[in-house]
């Protein structure tokens, strides 16, 4: 019997980072940089108008107030993206748009609240200090600066950043492309009539969701009958679109389970019992050097599998330096008896704060797993393999499922 720390080695071990790929920005989204970004200019460009009103010198508006308004003359107006050379010369102001390129000779931008808004000759009701509602030269990024170390994923924030920088491609790790295959003859769609034996698919759905939310890209495959043909041709037709290959189903020793057959000539695929509690038998390996994992039939145990197995190393694929859910101490609120020599994942509840502490609280009785509480966890307590009796109040490590 593996232990789950042997099993997570060998599942990390047959899956290493992508090889980085050359992009346009579009295509980088949610994926993980493979180079650090340093802009090559400053930002902004040049000094620029923060807001929309007069670009002026402070020295000309000495004493200026709404009482005591001072007068300039209006010599120019300046937009945003013009590029005629314009300077501003004592005891004038120009008319300037956010964003403008403050003109030579100018220190400040007073709003356009604080005038009469002439065209011509303005009134402005306040002295501005140096530097007011202006947008200095690289007061953003410095050019040279590292702005996006390799590591960090890609979203809309660091687009704007880039773009900005005037980068138009990026280098970045792919996301992987996920496969899951749902095995089973009882098996049949949500949505469909149901007859008596038949069970709704729910790993298929729940674990295309996981793979989306561990930043792969999902290919959910039809549910497959336990009939050896139907499934050896399912895996080798999803091989030619898939860089890991997840199995559900099919893993029981009885009659009719048709998976370790199948991929015994078709790869390298180990199985064995894992020292866990849910989801004991497990299989890892490869078919054609695509990774492929085979997870239980059973839908909380193969989200527990995933959990601790698979989403790690889709992590690592996508070239994250952080491949593990974010864990914290709990005290939990009641007991239970937990198996000897088996590490016990028991969804959980979690509430509190990092200065009053956290409380878990099982959403069902620990030992039976269920749909029901497994949805209205918010963690997963984790019972070690030495510990078999829990007593309420006891710490243990919870892996937050929403962070």
């Known amino acids: 019997m593996r232990t789950v720390a042997e099993h997570l080695s060998a599942c990390l071990d047959i899956a290493q980072a992508a090889a980085p790929l050359d992009v346009v920005l579009p295509d980088a989204v949610g994926c993980v940089l493979a180079e650090d970004i340093v802009a090559g200019i400053d930002l902004p460009a040049l000094d620029l108008a923060g807001l929309d009103g007069y670009a002026v010198r402070c020295a000309d508006l000495e004493g200026a107030s709404a009482e005591r308004p001072v007068s300039l003359d209006v010599v120019d107006a300046v937009r945003a993206g013009d590029v005629r050379p314009t300077r501003l010369v004592p005891g004038t102001a120009v008319l300037i748009d956010s964003g403008a390129p403050l003109p030579a000779g100018a220190d400040a931008v007073v709003a356009w609240t604080q005038t009469d808004r002439g065209t011509s000759r303005v009134q402005v009701l306040t002295r501005p200090a140096t530097g007011d509602n202006v947008r200095r030269r690289g007061e953003d990024v410095r050019a040279g600066t ?156 193969a989200q527990i599998a995933f959990e601790t197995f698979v989403r790690p190393v889709l992590r690592q694929i996508a070239g994250w330096a952080s491949l593990h859910r974010t864990s914290l101490p709990a005290q939990v609120g009641e007991g239970w008896h937990s198996p000897s020599g088996r590490r016990e994942f028991v969804p959980v509840h979690l509430t509190g704060s990092p200065a009053k502490g956290y409380r878990a609280q099982p959403t069902c009785e620990p030992g039976t797993y269920r749909l029901l509480g497994l949805a209205r966890a918010n963690a997963i307590a984790v019972v070690p393999e030495e510990t078999t009796t829990v007593v309420a109040g006891d710490r243990l490590h919870c892996l937050l499922l929403d962070s």
Do not use: W
């Not at 702005?147 to 924030?157: E, I, T, W």
């Not at 698919?201 to 890209?217: F, I, K, M």
């Open 146 to 301: 590292t702005v996006l170390p390799q590591g960090s994923r890609v979203s809309a924030r660091q687009v704007a950043l880039l773009a900005g920088v005037g980068r138009q491609r990026v280098k970045v790790h792919p996301v992987p492309r996920v496969v899951i295959v749902s095995i089973g003859d009882e098996l049949i769609e949500p949505g469909t009539a149901r007859e008596s034996g038949d069970v709704y698919d729910a790993n298929g759905h729940a674990l295309a969701s996981a793979v989306t939310d561990a930043g792969g890209q999902a290919f959910r495959v039809a549910a497959v009958p336990d009939e050896l043909r139907a499934l050896t041709e399912t895996i080798e037709d999803q091989l030619v679109r898939a860089d890991v290959v997840i199995t559900t189903g099919g893993l029981s020793v009885g009659q009719g389970d048709t998976v370790k057959d199948v991929l015994a000539p078709l790869g390298s695929v180990r199985f064995d019992a894992v020292a866990m509690v849910p989801g004991r038998q497990l299989g890892v390996g490869t078919v054609d050097g695509t990774p492929i994992f085979c997870l239980p039939g059973d839908p909380v145990g």
